[in-house]
C-alpha cells in the first residue's frame, strides 16, 4: 500500500460451505499498525501542520508508547491513510519516534513546541525539527544566506535537478519547505521585498573546530563531483584590509575545503609582463571562481565581467546587496553578516558548498552558458 492511499477495510469474505479456510502464515504485527510499502522521502505536510498527533498522545497517552491506530484515537481522529501519512510526517521531523515496530512516542522535540520552559525553546524546537526532515533541510542549506528565487520556477528546477524531487511533487513540495521557512522564522525581508534565508547551521564545534552538520551536507553536495589536484578557483577580490585579510581567514580554507587550489592575483600569478595578461590566464586555467562584491571594487567588477564573457561558474559573495550589481543579482550571491559572531565559520562552509556546487550545477553560477 502506498503511503498517500487510504487503508481499505478487508472485505468480509463468504466461505464455501464444507470447506476450511486455509491459515496463511503471516507475521504478526502489533493491532493498529499499519504496514507501509512505499514511503515519501520528504515530509507531506508543513510541521505546523502534523503537531497534532504527537500533542495528543503526550497529552491524552500520558506520553507512552502506543500503536498508530491508538496515537489517532488520542487526538479524536479516525484512522484513515492521510492520517497515516501525517503520522509519517511528524516521524521525519523528529516529532514522533518508533520505540519498536508499529508504536509510536512522542520525542523531547515535541515536548519543547507544546511544553516550552523558556522563551527561546518553541522556535528553537521548530528549527531543530525542520533541520532534521529529509531533502527540507538539505534544500535550507542549499540556499542558506542567499535570497530565494523570485521566480518559483527556479526553486522548482532546483528542486528536480538538484535534489531529484519528482516533477509531479514539485509544487508539493515547494508548499512545504517555505511554510516550514516561515514556521521556523529562517525568512527575511530585504530590500525589494525579497525573502533571505537565514543561516542557522552552526553548532558548538567538535574539537577540530569544524562543524558537523556542515561537514556532512557537503560530503552530500560533494557526490558525483571529481576534482583534479591541479583545479584551481581564482578568488577576484579588493587586497586592501580588511576585506583583502578574507583571502587568508576565509577563502582559501574555504576552497582547500572544496578539494581546489586557491589563486589570488596578488599573491600567486603577478610577475613581470602585463597584469591583466597574468589575470586573463589566470581566469581562463580556473575551474570555478570567487568574487568578493563587496565594496563594489572596480578591478573585482572588471574581472567579474571577463569570467562571465569565459562562460565561467563565478560563486558571488558580499556583506550587503546594494554593492551587487543589478544585472547578476538574479545569480545565487552568499550574504554574510557581520555582525553574526560566527559569521567566518559560516561563511567558509557556505562557500566550500557553493564552490562545489558550482562545478556539478553550472548552469546555476553561470552568467551567460555557451550555446
Known sequence: MAE????????AETKPKGKKRKSSKRSKRPKGAVKHTTTLAYPKHPILKCLRIPQAVLENGAGKECTDREAANYAGIGWSGPVAVEISSAIKYGLLQRPSAGKVEPTDIIRRIVRPQKT???????????????????????Y??????????????????????????VAEFINVFLEDLEAA??????AGGKKRVLD?????????????????????????V?????????????????????????????IKKAGLTPVRADTDIFATGKIIEQIWNG?????????????????????????????????????????????????????????????????????????????????????????
Open 226 to 254: 571529481t576534482v583534479e589536484p591541479t583545479d584551481t578557483c581564482f578568488v577576484m577580490m579588493p587586497f586592501a584590509h580588511p576585506i583583502g585579510g578574507y583571502y587568508a581567514s576565509i577563502y582559501e580554507p574555504a
Open 283 to 371: 581566469l581562463k586555467r580556473a575551474k570555478v571562481l570567487v568574487a568578493e562584491l563587496t565594496g563594489r571594487n572596480p578591478n573585482v567588477l572588471y574581472e567579474l565581467g571577463l569570467a562571465h564573457a569565459l562562460h565561467k561558474p563565478v560563486v558571488l559573495i558580499s556583506s550587503n546587496e546594494a554593492d551587487v550589481p543589478f544585472d547578476v543579482r538574479h545569480v545565487r550571491v552568499i550574504y554574510y553578516e557581520l555582525t553574526d559572531p560566527f559569521w567566518g565559520e559560516k561563511l567558509i562552509a557556505k562557500v566550500a558548498e557553493n564552490i562545489v556546487s558550482a562545478i556539478k550545477n553550472p548552469q546555476e553560477a553561470i552568467q551567460f552558458p555557451k550555446e
Open 144 to 169: 542558506r544566506g542567499e535570497n530565494l528565487p523570485e521566480e518559483t520556477s527556479f526553486l522548482a528546477n532546483t528542486a528536480t535537478e538538484s535534489f531529484k524531487i519528482p516533477a509531479d511533487r
Open 200 to 224: 542557522i547551521t552552526h553548532i558548538p564545534s567538535d574539537v577540530s573546530g569544524v562543524s558537523t552538520t556542515t561537514e556532512d551536507h557537503l560530503k552530500k553536495v560533494s557526490k558525483g
Open 185 to 190: 522564522q529562517l525568512l527575511e525581508e530585504v
Open 4 to 11: 498517500d492511499d487510504a487503508p481499505s477495510n478487508a472485505a
Open 120 to 142: 527561546t525553546d518553541r522556535i528553537d524546537a521548530i528549527r531543530e525539527a525542520v533541520l532534521k526532515a529529509p531533502l527540507i533541510s538539505d534544500v535550507y542549506k542549499h
